[in-house]
């Protein structure tokens, strides 16, 4: 039912060991404790959680020895939180979390725990209940789930394993995707981040991180991983595309099997590299992996390269990949960002994404329904660095994302009536503790 608002909530609870300060949250989880710390215009508050090679001093003590004859310590645990709160209104049809009239019904919740057994073990936890955006015209309704659920032994600052569910080392913001005071923007770029098959939050099975550091501040920061993981998939326009073929080859329409919206991906081996400078707040770096469908067994393979700056009240981050699969895409964004008169921070992002259909369907669809193209404008008020006020305005240009159902986009497509603008405006809270 429509409403006169769009709420997005997301309350996280958690920590990412082994700290997590500014650097470390625009950063992947690879990071060395002992790595030095750039300026930032969008800080995060201060973790204090034990370092691999020091006792858990910092770490709030929640149970204490007893002057008895049998005494113990309860393991440390630390809590924090991430919430994001927003509203958006679109001209025409669904879009994420806006719509023409608005919908209250969006909400996330997400709880992450970080305890610490001994000094070198720490085990962390998010469970996850949410309601979906807006892909297709349609959103699933409320889900749960396991962002991610996995143990991390560190034997050295250059060397941590960790096995279960972890959050996936994949450019610049996969495994901070709900944290909204990293960045002035209510919500990521959708090219890169979104159901597009590029990247996701988590993956299943083992991984290594690790990174060293020089006195002159040179640095690297590596992970390396394999297992499995869900790719989010938007696959309207692709199903249009089936129907659009079969149509074409006299079959009424009917559109080939249909596709879930998350495609399973095993025998995944993939990696991260990041690369720091003497130059303050300099970094480049480079993530690809590879895998195989799990019910044809295609390989999909993704790769490409992030950069970030971030020093004296300047960010600009740049990310670029490409998929090779039956459907090969690419896609890649452009953020600045500057906070010219302190709390006030003006930014303003570019992002595109290109889709190539296979069998012929290119020549059946227009070129818009297989783009994404989107700029946007906006302005954040820094109540302080755990609390920030964002507004944006969006102009999106093609229809990959923001589209109907797939019998809707071939409705419009054989009547020439597809609308390639979307035109949204955002408003939001963002905070931390």
């Given amino acids: ?45 201060e973790v204090s959680a034990p370092q691999p090679t020091t006792p858990p001093s910092a770490a709030p003590q929640v149970g204490a020895p007893q002057e008895t004859a049998t005494t113990f310590e309860v393991p440390a645990l630390e809590i924090h939180g991430y919430a994001n709160w ?16 608005g919908e209250f019904g969006h909400m996330q919740l997400a709880l992450t725990f970080a305890a610490m057994p001994t000094e070198r073990l720490t085990i962390f936890v998010q469970p996850f209940i949410g309601m979906a955006p807006f892909f297709g015209g349609q959103h699933e309704g409320w889900e749960a789930e396991v962002d991610y659920a996995f143990v991390r032994y560190a034997l050295s600052d250059l060397l941590r394993v960790q096995i279960g569910k972890s959050r996936q080392p994949f450019g610049l913001y996969s495994e901070i995707f709900e944290v909204g005071t990293v960045r002035p923007f209510l919500l990521l770029a959708q090219s890169l981040y979104g159901p597009v098959g590029i990247m996701t939050e988590g993956y299943f099975g083992a991984g290594i991180n690790g990174a060293a550091y020089s006195d002159s501040g040179w640095g690297v920061e590596y992970d390396l991983y394999g297992g499995g993981l869900d790719l989010p998939l938007d696959t309207a326009v692709a199903e249009a595309g089936e129907m659009l073929a079969a149509a074409a080859m006299s079959m009424n329409g009917e559109a080939g099997a249909h596709r879930e919206d998350a495609e399973v991906l095993n025998s995944v081996v993939g990696g991260r590299l990041s690369l720091r400078f003497p130059v303050e707040g300099l970094m480049l770096g480079a993530a690809g992996y590879l895998g195989q469908h799990l019910e044809d067994d295609e390989r999909h393979a993704v790769y490409g390269g992030q950069a970030q700056y971030q020093a ?16 090969p895409s690419q896609a890649g964004a452009a953020e600045l960002a500057y906070r010219a008169v302190d709390p006030l921070e003006i930014a303003v992002r570019y992002e595109a994404s290109r889709l190539d259909l296979p069998e012929g369907q290119n020549q059946l669809m227009p070129r818009s329904v297989r783009e994404h193209n989107e700029a946007s404008v906006g302005l954040a008020l820094w109540l302080s660095p755990e609390a920030v006020i964002k507004a944006s305005g969006h102009y999106v240009r093609g229809n990959r994302l923001a589209h109907g159902t797939a019998e809707d986009l071939v409705s419009k ?11 949204m405006l955002l408003f939001g809270v963002s905070f931390s503790f």
């Fill in 1 to 45: 039912m429509s409403k006169p608002g769009v709420l997005v909530a997301v309350f996280v609870l958690g920590t990412y060991a082994p700290s997590v300060n500014a650097q470390d949250a625009a950063t992947p989880e690879g990071g060395s404790p002992t790595e030095p710390v750039a300026e930032t215009p969008v800080p995060v508050p």
């Fill in 86 to 101: 927003g509203v958006g209104y679109s001209d025409h049809g669904h879009y994420l979390i806006a719509s023409p009239h």
């Fill in 312 to 327: 004296h009240g300047v960010t600009a981050r740049c990310e670029y990949y490409r998929v090779r699969s039956s459907q």
């Fill in 413 to 423: 497509i054989e009547t020439g009536e597809t609308r390639p603008i979307t035109k």
